[in-house]
Antibody, heavy 117, light 107 residues
Framework: EVQLVESGGGLVQPGGSLRLSCAAS????????MSWVRQAPGKGLEWVAN????????YYVDSVKGRFTISRDNAKNSLYLQMNSLRAEDTAVYYC??????????WGQGTLVTVSS | DIQMTQSPSTLSASVGDRVTITCRAS??????LAWYQQKPGKAPKLLIY???SLESGVPSRFSGSGSGTEFTLTISSLQPDDFATYYC?????????FGPGTKVDIK
């Protein structure tokens, strides 16, 4: 069974940093692109970033470029999102998702990031 | 960036109704469109990919159609489990973008 479990969310002050993790199991992690998608409270879905199987290609939405970095460790079956210079508008539930040709095929349960002073 | 719009934003319907949701792209995306269902407090679930292909395990009352810039998601006979919010997503080009969602609630 495919499982994606996010962790690392919490309360952080504006300008601060946070690193999200996603532990994957039930499939060959190294064979799939992976994505982060976020959802602000009461709002719609926003794709944030994705990463190729070997980490050689990464794409980001403009609003996080230069502040967020997606990475992965295939030996640990883990996906990461390093978030720096956080802003109030980054407050959201962050989901990791397994890509299938850029469709988001499986999703984790999400982790809440709150940026507030 | 490709902008996605959906209509209506909210739809009130009864069990057994036929429901249609429309998604439009700001430029042609061929058939590179997916539909998701999301229930409150839960992660989205993939329903339809490549505009009209039904994801494994999804009931056949769900169907998708369209190409280019206009797409539809149809639920042929609405069931109690279908009350949720539905999002379209284009994957023709980066950044991947979602529509704003259509909430289907009980009339």
């Amino acid at each position: 069974e495919v499982q994606l479990v996010e962790s690392g969310g919490g309360l952080v002050q504006p300008g601060g940093s946070l690193r999200l993790s996603c532990a994957a199991s039930g499939f060959t992690f190294s064979s799939y692109w992976m994505s982060w998608v976020r959802q602000a409270p009461g709002k719609g879905l926003e794709w944030v970033a994705n990463i190729k199987q070997d980490g050689s290609e990464k794409y980001y939405v403009d609003s996080v470029k230069g502040r967020f970095t997606i990475s992965r460790d295939n030996a640990k079956n883990s996906l990461y999102l390093q978030m720096n210079s956080l802003r109030a508008e980054d407050t959201a539930v962050y989901y990791c998702a397994r890509d299938r040709e850029q469709q988001l095929h499986y999703w984790g349960q999400g982790t809440l990031v709150t940026v507030s002073s | 960036d490709i902008q996605m719009t959906q209509s209506p934003s909210t739809l009130s319907a009864s069990v057994g109704d036929r429901v249609t949701i429309t998604c439009r792209a700001s430029q042609s995306i061929s058939s590179w469109l997916a539909w998701y269902q999301q229930k409150p407090g839960k992660a989205p679930k993939l329903l339809i990919y490549k505009a009209s292909s039904l994801e494994s395990g999804v009931p056949s009352r769900f169907s998708g159609s369209g190409s280019g810039t206009e797409f539809t998601l149809t639920i042929s006979s609405l069931q109690p489990d279908d009350f949720a919010t539905y999002y379209c997503q284009q994957y023709n080009s980066y950044p991947l973008t979602f529509g704003p969602g259509t909430k289907v609630d009980i009339k």
